[in-house]
């Protein structure tokens, strides 16, 4: 059984701060990592991927993986009240060889509250 | 680049109905992807298709769930004799292959009476 893990919170930080996003994976053959947004009632919106080790920035997002931990994070930086909504980690099932099937695994989510 | 678009948003039924659900993914996206979500949880995979062969079927798609994607376009999911369990977020996605992100629609909204 794949599983993704999330602190399904809330994470409560006050406008401008840095909020901090965690998730850990089962799957050691992923090879394919995403972090969606989604908003009360609404479907998940992509707000990053990241394929490699290391960091990858786009505006205030960054998103983080360490594949020999199984360990994926998003940041986001000078948090706005309209960031507040679950965000959600998933992980691409890996296959044989280093492949993708596809299928997504997702966290529970992470409740996240930017508060003026 | 219209996005993914599924219908009907919302859907109410009683027990025992069949219903069915459109998704019209992104117009250059081979893959397909069906989900289901219930409320507090991410979403679950239920079934997809690369063109139209659909590759893998969820356990938790019993013998009363069929999709299809007949001319590698659009898809239906079928729901029969439907069940109170049933009720949730039907989520439609898709993507250009098996590793590019996947692009949801609105999705459809199920609520059995």
Redesign the interface.
């Known amino acids: 059984q794949k599983e993704v893990e999330q602190n399904s919170g809330p994470l409560s930080v006050p406008e401008g701060a840095i909020a901090s996003l965690n998730c850990t994976y089962s799957d050691r053959g992923s090879q394919s990592f995403f972090w969606y947004r989604q908003y009360s009632g609404k479907s998940p919106e992509l707000i990053m991927f990241i394929y490699s080790n290391g960091d990858k920035e786009d505006g205030r997002f960054t998103a983080q993986l360490n594949k020999a931990s199984q360990y994926v994070s998003l940041l986001i930086r000078d948090s706005q009240p309209s960031d507040s909504a679950t965000y959600l980690c998933a992980v691409n099932e890996g296959g044989a060889g280093g492949t993708s099937y596809g299928k997504l695994t997702f966290g529970q989510g992470t409740i996240l509250t930017v508060h003026p | 680049d219209t996005g993914v678009s599924q219908d009907p948003r919302h859907k109410i039924t009683k027990r025992g109905q069949n219903v069915t659900f459109r998704c019209d993914p992104i117009s250059e996206h081979n893959?397909l992807?069906w989900?289901r979500q219930t409320l507090?949880?991410?979403?679950?995979?239920l079934t997809?298709f690369?063109n139209e062969a659909q590759?893998?079927k969820s356990r938790l798609l019993s013998d009363r769930f069929s999709a299809e994607r007949p001319k590698g376009s659009f898809s239906t999911l079928e729901i029969q004799r439907t069940e109170q369990g049933d009720s949730a977020?039907y989520?439609c996605a898709s993507?250009l292959?098996?590793?590019s992100?996947?692009?949801?629609?609105?999705?459809t909204r199920l609520s059995i009476l």
């Open positions: 893959r992807y989900y507090g949880q991410g979403p679950e995979f997809y690369q590759l893998e977020m989520l993507s292959n098996n590793r992100p996947q692009h949801f629609g609105d999705g």
